[in-house]
């Protein structure tokens, strides 16, 4: 998704079952260090949000980063 912002405009949401299993924040704690992997430190090109315990959202600056990520993760 493009929400033509400033920055973070480049959305993906990803839907995730292993909350229900490893419990919120160890989940989050360890999606963020996976993303932080491939995209940098959280924050300077990219940030984390989840308000739901079952759906998630990487925002990111560059559109290139999120086609990347689509590639690889789209099944």
Known sequence: MDT???RFSFWI???????K????RYANK???????NMLGKLG?????DSRDDD?????ADNDLDVT???LKFYK
């Open 44 to 48: 300077e090109k990219w940030q984390f």
């Open 55 to 59: 759906r998630f959202i990487i925002k």
């Open 4 to 6: 033509s912002t400033r």
């Open 68 to 70: 990347m990520m689509l």
């Open 30 to 36: 360890e999606l963020i260090k996976f993303f932080e």
């Open 21 to 24: 299993y490893a419990g919120r």
């Open 13 to 19: 949401i990803f839907h995730d079952n292993r909350f």
